[in-house]
């Protein structure tokens, strides 16, 4: 099996030669102590505070990676400028009614919280989180995507090996996972697991948008090198930093114990965003860097 490198995070956050090296070979990096404890805290208690706002009667959708539904659903096609909760598949009955108290029902939260609340703000446009960014080559990173993953105990669900590039397209493709644990992850909870090296395959299936309706097309039916996975566990604080074509993703947590995640996607502005990427944004909230935002823009 071969083992992943683990990084203290640089002083200005700027990857080290090592660091750079490993990216290059392993198309994944892991920094531990990247992101404050109190920061982590901050998060999950803001999440816990958007679940508990929320009324189931607003809307839900289902979330599963192994039994996909939501790429029908309104709730999941309209949440690109929005913050919205999803639910684990065992949190509800048959006529869709939540069987578990709220907090123990989320598959997670969706999916820009980065841009509309104040303290995933903060915490997503760290001038370290910048300077790791521009440092692995993005040129000019924009914010795209944050999740909370929930993976509460018991019932918390696989997210099945994937490849970030599926979701999130761009030409040419640029786009960088942010992984950072706000709780201990192990392999006892769910922890990620990557495939080192498998960036340096083909992207093998693409979601997107065809004749209206979402659709995932296969580009390459090389499976992934499963065999090849190995575990990331991540103490909280550690930043796990995911090349776009990474096969990676986490077993279910089946433990007594959550183990909540935060993940921001960048792609290139230089890039071209496809039109036919499920995430949408209207004109007047377009995508933003790691700076402050606009003053006219500011509610
Ligand atoms: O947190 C997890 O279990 C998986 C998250 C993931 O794969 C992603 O954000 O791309």
């Known amino acids: 099996m071969t083992a992943i490198p683990r990084f203290a995070a640089t002083a200005g956050g700027a990857p080290s030669p090592a660091m750079l090296a490993a990216w290059a070979r392993d198309g994944v990096l892991v920094i531990e102590d990247a992101v404050p404890a109190a920061d982590c805290d901050a998060l999950v208690e803001r999440s816990r505070a958007i679940v508990e706002a929320w009324d189931p009667a607003e809307g839900a959708a289902v979330f599963s990676t192994t ?39 989320v598959n997670k939260l969706g999916h820009a919280m980065h841009d509309l609340d104040p303290v995933f703000d903060r915490v997503s446009r760290r001038p370290q989180l910048a300077a790791l960014a521009r440092g692995i080559g993005l040129a000019d990173p924009r914010l795209v995507q944050s999740m909370v993953i929930w993976k509460p105990p018991s019932i918390g669900g696989e997210v099945t090996c994937h490849q970030d590039a599926t979701f999130l397209v761009t030409d040419p493709p640029s786009v960088v996972g942010f992984w ?106 377009p995508f933003r860097g790691f700076g402050p935002s606009a003053p006219q823009r500011r509610t």
Not at 201 to 221: A, S
Not at 250 to 265: C, E, G, I, V
């Open 67 to 105: 039994a996909p539904r939501h790429a029908a659903e309104s709730w999941f096609r309209e949440s690109g400028d929005k913050v919205r909760v999803f639910l684990e598949d065992g949190a509800i009955d048959a006529a869709g009614r939540l069987i578990r108290p709220k907090l123990e029902a």
């Open 180 to 285: 950072l644990a706000l709780e201990d992850a192990d392999a006892t909870n769910g922890c990620l697991y990557a495939i080192p090296g498998g960036h340096r395959g083909p992207l093998r299936r693409l979601f997107h948008e065809v004749d209206g309706e979402l659709v995932t097309e296969t580009l390459d039916p090389t499976p992934f090198d499963e065999a090849a996975a190995v575990p990331l566990p991540a103490p909280k604080g550690t930043l796990v930093v995911l090349h776009g074509r990474l096969p990676h993703g986490s077993a279910p947590n089946t433990s007594d114990r959550s183990r909540m995640a935060y993940t921001l996607h960048a792609v290139d502005g230089a890039a071209r965003w496809h039109p036919g990427n499920w995430l949408r944004r209207p004109p007047d909230r």
